[in-house]
């Protein structure tokens, strides 16, 4: 008898979900960084295990947002959120509920929403501030069920898992045995470079770039892709450039790395860096870099 469901993974920034989702589907699906606000899109994961078939979306951190791009990465929370059968919400052990959890949560309740509480990064804290963490979240809503973990260390994640078996239903599965994602080949380039990104440059920068795949050119033994990358000042552009090039080169060297052992093959990598002035309050340049509202619910 085969069984499938969609299961969000939400919470705010910052708090392990991308690595939650890479941990459960036991394959690098979502980028991640210590830097808040990494995930910008809806991202796919799916894991099919004996007749089950997972299908994990991981989302947004939500946050208070100050522009089009914050605006378009709550919404995709929220639909996200109306879409599933289920939701896994990730929270920081080391903290108490705040507003935007309190948010999420309320719309858990809007929606009569099961729901798994996972309570990520025990291995920061205290066995008391675990304790103190869970029972304040307890007394905010019935989950079906509470799993501390460490995603990072892979320590509990096998029982998410099996709690998660609690939201499968009869079903045909939507996707092949074999599928991982369903993102296209041309983001999940894009992502694999911003991560470099995330990871090499200073804070003031990153949320400040968007990678956009101009070229993608499939053939037997290479891989040919032209990225360019967006930012919002020339200073940015300098620092992403380096000296004689060599930061666009370190990037160019880390994000070629992960592609070929994606897509199986040898990459050859061609990128290039431009301005576009506060494109993150451009509705037009937001959309135009693939963070459309519009395809949220397809």
């Not at 078939?53 to 929370?77: E, I, R």
């Not at 079903?171 to 990871?199: C, G, H, N, Y």
């Not at 053939?219 to 060599?246: F, M, P, T």
Request: proline share 3%.
């Amino acid at each position: 008898m085969k069984k499938t469901g969609f299961v969000a993974i939400v919470g705010r920034a910052n708090v392990g979900k991308s690595t939650l989702l890479n941990a459960l589907t036991g394959e690098k699906i979502a980028i991640v960084s210590k830097k808040p606000q990494t995930t910008r899109n809806r991202i796919t994961g799916i894991l099919t295990k004996g007749e089950t078939q997972y299908v994990f979306m991981d989302t947004p951190g939500m946050h208070s947002s100050q522009n089009k791009l914050g605006d378009y990465m709550n919404k995709t929370v929220s639909a996200t959120i109306a879409s599933v059968d289920a939701a896994i919400l990730v929270v920081d052990a080391e903290y108490q509920p705040g507003e935007i959890e309190k948010r999420i949560i309320a719309r858990f309740k809007k929606d009569g929403m099961p729901a798994l509480l996972v309570v990520n990064k025990i291995d920061k804290t205290t066995p008391d501030k675990v304790a103190e963490c869970i029972k304040s979240y307890a007394a905010l809503y019935d989950f079906t069920s509470v799993v501390p973990i460490s995603a990072l260390r892979n320590d509990g994640v096998d029982i998410v898992l099996t709690e998660t078996d609690k939201f499968m239903h009869e079903s045909e599965w939507f996707f092949d045995e074999d599928d991982m994602t369903v993102q296209p080949e041309k983001q999940i380039a894009a992502e694999f470079i911003r991560e470099k990104i995330l990871r090499l440059t200073d804070d003031e920068i990153p949320h400040g770039t968007a990678v956009v795949i101009e070229e993608f050119k499939e053939r037997k033994d290479l891989l040919s892709i032209r990225a360019e990358i967006y930012c919002e000042r020339a200073s940015h552009k300098r620092i992403l450039i380096g000296k004689k090039g060599e930061m666009l080169k370190k990037i160019g060297s880390y994000a070629r790395e992960d592609l070929e052992k994606f897509f199986g093959v040898k990459v050859y990598l061609d990128l290039w860096v431009k301005v576009k002035e506060n494109w993150r309050e451009s509705e037009f340049l937001v959309t135009n870099f693939g963070y459309d509202k519009k395809k949220i619910d397809d």
